[in-house]
């Protein structure tokens, strides 16, 4: 949501605060309130998170670097049982086809998932 959007919130809950009684708001609590909305979530800026997993290929567009993977739940990655197209290098992809099992190491980073390693079983 872009700053714009959220001036109107920032506004009443600074009202709010006045209205209470709160001390008075410094002009400095605006520019660190609205630096906090206005940067990404917290979730595009942790470091990467990798974890491994199973599943059965159900997509595969290797020129553009693009698997769907059918897949339990991987808790590390906050995923349920999904199905869900993962980016991935094209090298990776070679020789993968659609119904092959295989075992696979994923990623989340910047809200993005991608397979670093990938097996065939």
Do not use: C
């Not at 990467?48 to 808790?75: L, T, Y």
Request: without cysteine; aromatic residues 6%; proline residues 6%.
């Amino acid at each position: 949501m872009r700053f714009h959007a959220l001036r109107p919130r920032l506004v009443a809950a600074f009202s709010a605060l006045v209205v209470a009684g709160a001390p008075a708001v410094p002009a400095g609590a605006w520019v660190l309130v609205a630096a906090s909305i206005w940067s990404p979530s917290a979730a595009a800026q942790a470091a990467p998170v990798q974890a491994s997993a199973s599943g059965e290929v159900v997509r595969v567009k290797a020129a553009d670097g693009k698997i769907a993977i059918r897949h339990g739940a991987i808790g590390k990655l906050d995923l349920p049982a999904m199905t869900l197209v993962y980016h991935a290098d094209p090298a990776l992809l070679s020789g993968i086809a659609v119904g092959d099992r295989v075992n696979f190491t994923a990623e989340r980073a910047a809200g993005q998932y991608r397979i670093v390693e990938l097996k065939k079983n």
